[in-house]
């Protein structure tokens, strides 16, 4: 008998064909596979708890954060509109118009994930906030300690 792995809606599968990733800008590939154990969904984790992690995202015009992956629920809001372009691990590049207060909520099962990459294609400074809660049936992806905000003084 086979069994089959059911994923929940928001899992994205990890392309294994290179090829799938050709139309995407030269080295960003490469960075994707050496970020697949990144937990740093936001820039600054601001927050944390047993339960969950609250995150900051501040991406500058032109500039795109690294590739992260998500293993639990979560969900994020926009702070400020914006224009962003999403790289996933499925090698599928989308473009999304973001709106002030917009909130994204996304479940993940048991073996589920998210491999991104979010870049800022607009002319403003894109700045999310994000809450994961890392109770969930997966173990939460390790962070340094250098992203939580006590380690960066009260810089942001």
């Known amino acids: 008998m086979t069994q089959t792995n059911t994923h ?6 990890m392309n294994p064909d290179p090829a799938a990733f ?7 590939y490469q960075e994707m596979l050496g970020d697949v154990d990144n937990g740093c969904v936001g820039s600054v984790l601001v927050s944390e708890t047993d339960t969950m992690r609250i995150w900051h995202l501040r991406i500058p015009p032109g500039k795109r954060c690294r590739f ?5 629920r979560y969900f994020w809001t926009a702070v400020v509109p914006g224009k962003a372009r999403g790289f996933f ?10 709106f002030q207060g917009e909130t994204r909520h996304f479940n993940y099962g048991e073996g589920d994930q998210m491999l991104h990459s979010v870049q800022n294609i607009g002319d403003s400074e894109l700045i999310f906030t994000t809450v994961e809660f890392i109770d969930g049936p997966n173990a939460p ?8 905000l006590a380690a ?3 810089q942001k």
Request: glycine letters at 10%; proline letters at 10%.
């Open 68 to 72: 992260h992956r998500h293993v639990n």
């Open 89 to 98: 691990s499925s090698g599928e590049i989308r473009d999304v118009d973001h």
């Open 152 to 154: 960066q003084g009260n």
């Open 141 to 148: 992806l390790p962070v340094p300690d250098s992203v939580r």
């Open 8 to 13: 929940g809606p928001d899992h994205v599968e």
């Open 22 to 28: 050709d139309h995407w800008p030269e080295g960003m």
